[in-house]
Nanobody
Framework: QVQLAESGGGLVQAGGSLRLSCAAS????????MGWFRQAPGKEREFVAV????????DYTDSVKGRVTISRDNAKNTVSLQMNSLKPEDTAVYYC?????????????????WGQGTQVTVSS
């Protein structure tokens, strides 16, 4: 059973940057596609980015393209999300998740393991 723990969230001004990290324990992330999702108050959880188990493929939601980069280090069992040029609308709790499927998925229901989340707040 893979356990995921996010870190790196915080309060930042608009235009600033944050780097979120997701550390796995209890198992290796190497077989899994790893995704980041976010959930703002009163809204559904939404897809942000995903990276394949081999790092060969990535996918981003349109609203973060060009500002966000997902990466992974299978040797360290970690996944990261570098976020630049942050906007107030990026404010949310950010979650990392693991999906054992073959194709990259944007659907939360495809992901088997989830972290507890880390809060990102962007002030205007």
């Amino acid at each position: 059973q893979v356990q995921l723990a996010e870190s790196g969230g915080g309060l930042v001004q608009a235009g600033g940057s944050l780097r979120l990290s997701c550390a796995a324990s209890g198992g290796e992330i190497s077989p899994y596609n790893m995704g980041w999702f976010r959930q703002a108050p009163g809204k559904e959880r939404e897809f942000v980015a995903v990276i394949s188990w081999s790092r060969a493929r990535t996918d981003y939601t349109d609203s973060v393209k060009g500002r966000v980069t997902i990466s992974r280090d299978n040797a360290k069992n970690t996944v990261s999300l570098q976020m630049n040029s942050l906007k107030p609308e990026d404010t949310a709790v950010y979650y990392c998740a693991a999906d054992g499927g073959v194709l990259l998925s944007r659907s939360p229901s495809a992901y088997e393991y989830w972290g507890q989340g880390t809060q990102v707040t962007v002030s205007s």
